[in-house]
């Protein structure tokens, strides 16, 4: 290759292979980005976000179906107990679940921003979107995400109930702290 001309085609060709390669291989930017969080240096604050919300879509249909909120683990041997138990317990059709590994710990900690920021939006399109008024915070024993004793689950669960608290969302007519036994059936309110 020692004919400039040559150099410089295989120069173009190789920048243009790399211009592609970026173009066709790099993610796309996110559709619906979370709200951005403002850094203030201190702790995260959910009325930071709340403002950053979009209008819940207007032309969702909607449906005469009752639904409820549960924020529970995404531990199948747990969430399905919990849905269960809120149908039957709330007469409801539904129930939207919002889930992470163990959500107890997270939401009490109130550390992981995008987390929390997440848990606050989806709970804001089911309460809005499906007018679910009965939110279920849910722990359950032997649980991987947070791996404490079934004492620091409800002091975990009691912690979360007043972070939610903290989203203001007035439409909430109760938030109700459910334990999930390790025999993976039985649920047992917990006092606030
Ligand atoms: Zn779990």
């Known amino acids: 290759?020692?004919?400039?001309?040559?150099?410089?085609?295989?120069l173009i060709t190789i920048g243009t292979t790399i211009t592609l390669s970026f173009l066709i291989f790099s993610p796309p930017p996110f559709s619906n980005p979370l709200p951005?969080?403002?850094?203030?240096?201190k702790q995260f604050?959910?009325?930071?976000?709340?403002?950053d919300f979009k209008e819940t879509p207007k032309n969702v249909e909607k449906t005469n179906e009752t639904c409820g909120c549960a924020i529970a683990c995404m531990d199948g041997k747990a969430y399905p107990a919990v849905i269960a138990w809120q149908k039957?317990?709330?007469?409801?059709?539904s129930v939207d679940l919002i889930t992470d590994a163990g959500p107890d710990g997270i939401v009490a900690q109130n550390k992981n921003s995008p987390i929390i920021a997440?848990?606050?939006?989806?709970?804001?399109?089911?309460?809005?979107?499906?007018?679910?008024?009965?939110?279920?915070?849910?722990?359950?024993?032997n649980c991987l995400g947070d791996p404490v004793s079934?004492?620091?689950?409800?002091?975990?669960?009691?912690?979360?109930?007043?972070?939610i608290e903290g989203f203001e969302f007035k439409e909430l007519e109760k938030i109700v702290l459910v334990l999930v036994k390790k025999d993976r059936k039985t649920v047992i309110e917990i006092s606030p």
């Open 118 to 141: 997440n848990i606050q939006k989806n709970l804001e399109l089911s309460i809005h979107g499906h007018q679910s008024r009965i939110l279920v915070l849910a722990a359950h024993e």
């Open 150 to 163: 079934t004492e620091e689950h409800c002091e975990h669960l009691r912690k979360a109930k007043k972070i």
């Open 45 to 51: 604050s959910p009325a930071d976000i709340k403002k």
């Open 1 to 10: 290759m020692k004919n400039p001309k040559n150099i410089r085609f295989f």
């Open 36 to 41: 951005q969080l403002k850094e203030k240096g």
């Open 88 to 93: 039957k317990t709330y007469h409801l059709d």
